[in-house]
């Protein structure tokens, strides 16, 4: 089964590091383009981050400079290290696996959703 | 940066209407555009992509049109379980994603 299992949120400082986790299962995240959006209390989603296949990575202004993504082929897992937290990074945080299909063009868009789990910065 | 806007906000509709909801873009973003359904404390869920291309497993009530900057996305007979948030959401060729504001949708 096609799956994707987050973990590492928690309570953390302004100003503190946390890094998230996500174990997938039934495919290779190498393999992939991965992404992670988050979602704070109440709000709408919101798109942070992805890797390429190839390694490329691309940010949302909001967390560029702060937040790095990056993944461990030989545990197909993806991280998501969050440093220099605000409490606007309080949400909760889904990793997504990208697929692309062609038609005479690439298209893209998320098909395998985590659960989430959720980053409360505060003091 | 492309900007999206979607109208309504939200919607009250019956069991059985025909629930159609809106997504524009700030500039021409092609058919990059996919449609998502959330469920409060759930995980967003894709129902159609590239615009108008319904997701494996989707009911067919759900569909999506549209090219350019204006979409459309339709329920086109409401079920009780079809109670959630609907994200619009675009992308740019470095696959920058950016989601619409939402739309809930809810029972009369």
């Known amino acids: 089964e096609v799956q994707l299992v987050e973990s590492g949120g928690g309570l953390v400082q302004p100003g503190g590091s946390l890094r998230l986790s996500c174990a997938a299962s039934?495919?290779?995240?190498?393999?992939?383009?991965m992404s992670w959006v988050r979602q704070a209390p109440g709000k709408g989603l919101e798109w942070v981050s992805v890797?390429?296949?190839?390694?490329?990575?691309y940010y949302a202004d909001s967390v560029k400079g702060r937040f790095t993504i990056s993944r461990d082929n030989s545990k197909n897992t993806l991280y998501l290290q969050m440093n220099s937290l605000r409490a606007e990074d309080t949400a909760v945080y889904y990793c997504a696996r990208v697929k692309h299909g062609e038609n005479i063009y690439y298209y893209y868009y998320m098909d395998v959703w985590g659960k989430g789990t959720t980053v409360t910065v505060s003091s | 940066d492309i900007q999206m806007t979607q109208s309504p906000s939200s919607l009250s509709a019956s069991v059985g209407d025909r629930v159609t909801i809106t997504c524009q873009a700030s500039?021409?973003?092609?058919?990059?555009l996919n449609w998502y359904q959330q469920k409060p404390g759930k995980a967003p869920k894709l129902l159609i992509y590239?615009?108008?291309n319904l997701e494996t497993g989707v009911p067919s009530r759900f569909s999506g049109s549209g090219s350019g900057t204006d979409f459309t996305f339709t329920i086109s007979s409401l079920q009780p379980e079809d109670i959630a948030t609907y994200y619009c959401q675009q992308y740019d060729n470095l696959l920058r994603f950016t989601f619409g504001p939402g739309t809930k949708v809810d029972i009369k």
């Open positions: 039934g495919f290779t995240v190498s393999s992939n383009y």
């Open positions: 500039q021409d973003i092609s058919n990059y």
């Open positions: 890797i390429y296949s190839g390694g490329s990575t």
């Open positions: 590239d615009a108008s």
